[in-house]
């Protein structure tokens, strides 16, 4: 009878050592999925895309130059026109507010040139966005986006200093 008792406080002393509520924590970097390596090329779009998607304008900002340039093509007027930096986090963020969701696909890489290797590329990439907005308006488009990212050194983070979009609204 002492050894089915002594059983028992043993079982209810290990009890506490395992919580269901708080699990053992898990080696490596729990946003290793999520957050891209800014110092590579992918990377770069992993975290581009992750901006876009949770509609995070602190993942957004960093991922451009101080003297970054967005160029697009004015259908209607047949030019092109282009905004900086200060007017397209504006642009961004009120796109971020509107949208209950977005989904952006990056899909294969047209044309990547080494300006300067290591520090300057341009990449043409194609891609599928989706953007839901909180009325229930729910957009479509595809294209490419024509980006030169640069940045100081092979060890610094990739910034996207001009944005051409050739996407075809």
């Known amino acids: 009878m002492r050894l089915p008792a002594f059983i028992l406080l043993l079982a ?3 009890i506490p050592a395992c ?29 581009f895309r992750n901006a876009y998607e949770l509609r995070d ?3 957004y900002e960093p991922l451009l130059d101080s003297s970054f340039t967005f160029v697009y093509t004015d259908f209607d007027a047949q030019v092109d026109r282009e905004w900086g ?11 971020f507010q509107n949208a209950s969701g977005i989904r952006l696909q990056w899909n294969q890489i047209i044309t990547q040139d080494a300006l300067e290797p290591d520090v300057r590329e341009r990449i043409v990439r194609s891609f ?7 009325q229930g308006d729910v957009f ?10 640069t940045r100081a050194d092979s ?6 200093q001009r944005w051409r979009d050739e996407s075809e609204l």
């Open 57 to 59: 304008l602190s993942l």
């Open 85 to 95: 930096f200060a007017q397209d986090l504006e642009s961004t963020r009120r796109l």
């Open 12 to 14: 209810i002393g290990l």
């Open 140 to 149: 479509r488009t595809d294209g490419n986006v024509n980006f030169l990212l």
């Open 128 to 134: 599928n966005l989706t953007v839901t907005l909180e």
């Open 19 to 47: 919580n269901p509520f708080a699990p053992a924590l898990e080696e490596g970097n729990p946003f290793g999925d999520l957050l891209g390596d800014p110092t590579t090329i992918e990377g770069f779009f992993t975290n």
């Open 155 to 160: 060890l610094s983070s990739w910034r996207l």
